[in-house]
């Protein structure tokens, strides 16, 4: 069996971690399997579907390198939908109601009430002819009803979740087709997995209900339900829900506006929730090769979004300058490789750049101590060894040694008590800049 797996979003809004985190499971997985990944946009709400969306959709999923084999779109299939629908009325399985929401909600009042769960009563079922044609000359429009086969129960086993068993009674039959015509998310989804040959459905476990709806909706186009596999959601790191401050930043905001390289994202979101410790990779292969839904949690996935600045600067540790060069203009491979390690993004660059390039204001304390140091800078060239023939020179000559010896040189070669290591550095900064500095020039 070739594994075929969707990522579907409804491009209605922008993509999010918890959005990304279905797509990139779902990606892994084919991956690993040497399957088939579909994008299908889910645009059968067209009020509020954008190309906008459709396009930032495929440009977030792209700069996570979650690259997909095949991509449709639902706002093209729905003469097939609407033959479907046929089938299910000529069937019995999709029947007209007419209720209007005011009156669903006070059913479900009167049912909470008197302590009865809260499930569509089937109202519709029971309409003579008369009866809908006098809903209708009032101007009413049926919504239509999928009618579940009761008593009975869905079960399966799902790949994270174990066996699962829904009772069919304790859930209303679904609204399939709104008032105004226009499908829901859960006929079309059905279809589409079963045009597409869907091998598994792995998503959030907000949709074990939904799916066993689907299941029922499954059978009763005569095809057998896919795979499931449900996993636990995201939560900020206290359990609160996601929010601007706990993960719900669109994709495109953690690109744009945070500056965080992609691997950092993928590495987070492929461990939170499993057994693995999350770890920064800079390469994908590792997490596909050891993708295994045994390994994800029941429980609340926990999100710590200050973890992705953590993984952000290692991976940016560990990465190569041919990986960066197209991205920095001004930096050569020794710039990379003496900045990387005091950066915790790559726009950070832009700061040391700036030192090494000056105009930068010395900080110095001590001017006598400084002049000393400025004749005592070893004469020609300077390289990777001038910085600690230097120093020696100075420490025997002024006594001075240790963090008095090293910070006051830092701070007035570049304004800073911190940074990269000045044995590399020095040779970026240049002889005559260093001996500006030394005499406290802006240089």
């Known amino acids: 069996m070739t594994v075929k797996v969707r990522f579907a979003p409804s491009p209605t809004g922008k993509l999010h971690l918890g959005n990304i985190r279905a797509a990139l499971v779902n990606w892994m997985y084919a991956r690993q399997q040497g399957g088939t990944f579909f994008l299908r946009i889910d645009d059968t ?33 729905f003469a097939r939908y609407d033959g479907v629908v046929d089938k299910l009325k000529a069937d019995g399985r999709l029947y007209a109601c007419y209720e209007t929401a005011e009156e669903l909600e006070m059913k479900r009042k009167i049912q909470l009430g008197r302590g009865k769960p809260p499930v569509y009563d089937r109202a519709g079922l029971s309409l003579t002819d008369d009866e ?4 209708e000359a009032e101007g009413r429009k049926p919504h239509w009803r999928f009618k579940l086969n009761l008593p009975g129960r869905v079960d399966w086993t799902d790949l994270i979740r174990g066996d699962v068993s829904i009772d069919l009674e304790s859930l209303s039959d679904p609204i399939l087709i709104r008032e105004d ?24 476990e907000d949709h074990v209900t939904n799916s066993a709806v689907q299941v029922e909706i499954f059978e009763a186009l005569g095809a057998r339900a896919p795979e499931m596999a449900h996993f636990a959601l995201l939560t900020g ?7 601007k401050r706990y993960g719900a930043m669109s994709i495109g905001e953690y690109r744009d506006e945070a500056g965080l390289e992609p691997m950092s994202v993928v590495s987070l979101l492929a461990r939170v929730g499993t057994s693995e410790p999350i770890e920064a990779f800079a390469d994908v292969q590792p997490l596909i090769d050891a993708f295994d839904f045994g390994k994800f949690g029941r429980s609340t996935a926990k999100l710590d979004t200050a973890e992705l600045e953590h993984l952000n600067a290692k991976i940016l540790h560990m990465t190569p300058f041919e990986k960066v060069a197209d991205r920095l203009e001004g930096v050569d491979e020794a710039m990379w490789e003496t900045l990387k390690p005091n950066l915790e993004k790559l726009h950070d660059i832009r700061e040391w ?10 900080v110095i304390e001590d001017a006598a101590h400084m002049a000393k140091c400025h004749d005592l800078l070893p004469a020609g060239d300077i390289t990777a060894d001038t910085w600690k023939a230097w120093t020696d020179v100075i420490k025997a000559e002024t006594g001075v040694k240790g963090r008095g010896l090293f910070m006051p040189l830092r701070q007035a070669l ?17 002889r005559d800049k260093v001996l500006a500095r030394l005499m406290g020039k802006s240089a």
């Not at 700069?63 to 639902?74: A, H, K, P, S, Y």
């Not at 809908?132 to 809903?135: E, F, G, I, N």
């Not at 940074?419 to 970026?428: E, K, N, T, V």
């Open 45 to 77: 709400d067209r009020e509020r579907s954008t190309e906008e969306n459709v396009d930032d959709i495929k440009k977030d999923l792209t700069w996570l390198g979650l690259n997909w084999d095949e991509t449709f779109r639902q706002s093209d299939r």
């Open 132 to 135: 809908k044609a006098a809903y």
């Open 181 to 204: 015509g226009s499908y829901l998310y859960t006929l079309p989804s059905v279809v589409d997995d079963v045009d597409y040959g869907i091998t598994h459905i792995v998503r959030g």
């Open 237 to 243: 790191k206290g359990g609160e829900g996601l929010s």
């Open 353 to 362: 750049l700036a030192i090494i390039n000056g105009p930068v204001e010395p």
């Open 414 to 430: 570049t304004g800073q008590d911190h940074g990269p290591d000045m044995s590399a550095l020095l040779p970026l900064l240049g």
